[in-house]
């Protein structure tokens, strides 16, 4: 664990972080209608939408209320300095916050970053796959509520968690509770009404795994199981990072980069304060 974390002004997360790329017209599902609508009310129903049919519910509620007895159990096991990747509404973020530990949430979801703010946890508006601030020495990665699929590619998600932890760093993510799925789709986010009519976003790639399927990508990946547990119906895997890869810069440590402040630009890539 960590005994010194560098804590700096948004200014300074600029430039240890250079500006996130996006192309244009690429689809940003998460952060469009109707996702940001179940989020500022708090509410679903919500799902994801295979090409077939098959509904998988999102549990809207839980995300929006305090982090529960589960939730907690994850946070007892956090190490250092915690970065949060796709914290939605920031329950994880502001839990950790009221601890005075370190914590960072992203997520490309303004209604999510924005809440997260609220909630007062601190929160960037960016995805994964974008430059991060203090890339290779973040000492604890969350993948929850079902974060390892983001993508639809868990090995790239696992190689990209690699760039972002310190050597020896720990992840923790949760799995799909049938434990032997192991498969990339392609989902819509719906928000369905009475007589199954409602909005939709656009397609995009994801994944689900249990823990067998996501032990078996770890494992081939330079990944160390260190542990698993289930509770309140939710399956969870933490692993240690030994494969010590650099960040994009080539820096390695343990120091980590936070804003102590909140800008007040709510543009893609900078913490967004309240409204």
């Known amino acids: 664990m960590s005994t010194a974390h560098e804590i700096t002004s948004p200014r ?16 940003r599902p998460w952060s469009a209608d109707p996702y940001s609508e179940a989020l500022v009310t708090g509410r679903g129903p919500l799902f994801l939408r295979r090409s077939d049919g098959w509904l998988l519910p999102l549990e809207v509620e839980r995300w929006c209320a305090g982090a529960d007895a589960a939730d907690m159990r994850v946070l007892d096991h956090c190490e250092g300095a915690v970065l949060d990747v796709g914290c939605g509404p920031g329950r994880l973020v502001a839990e950790l916050a009221s601890r005075g530990l370190p914590a960072l949430g992203i997520d490309i979801s303004e209604a999510a970053v924005t809440r997260t703010v609220r909630l007062g946890g601190q929160a960037l508006r960016r995805s994964v796959f ?6 290779g020495r973040w000492d604890t990665v969350l993948l929850i509520d ?17 760039q972002l932890l310190k050597h020896g760093g720990l992840l923790i993510t949760e799995t799909a509770p049938d434990s032997e799925v192991g498969e990339p789709v392609t989902v819509q986010v719906v928000r ?7 909005s ?19 494992t081939q990946a330079d990944w ?9 119906g939710r399956s969870f895997v933490a692993l240690r990072n030994h494969g010590g890869r650099a960040d ?3 820096r390695r440590g343990s120091a980590t980069v936070i804003s102590s402040r909140q800008d007040r630009d709510p543009s893609p890539g900078r913490t967004v304060t309240e409204r």
């Open 146 to 162: 079902g974060n390892i699929g983001i993508g639809g590619d868990p090995a790239a998600l696992l190689r990209r968690m690699s």
């Open 224 to 232: 160390h199981p260190e542990r698993q547990w289930t509770t309140g």
């Open 192 to 198: 369905l009404t009475a007589g199954a009519h409602g």
């Open 12 to 27: 300074m997360i600029g430039s240890d972080c250079p500006a996130p790329v996006t192309l244009p017209g690429a689809p």
């Open 248 to 250: 994009r810069s080539g």
């Open 200 to 218: 939709a976003g656009p397609p995009f790639p994801w994944a689900r795994l249990g823990t067998p399927a996501l032990l078996r990508l770890a």
């Open 130 to 135: 974008e430059p991060l601030p203090a890339e």
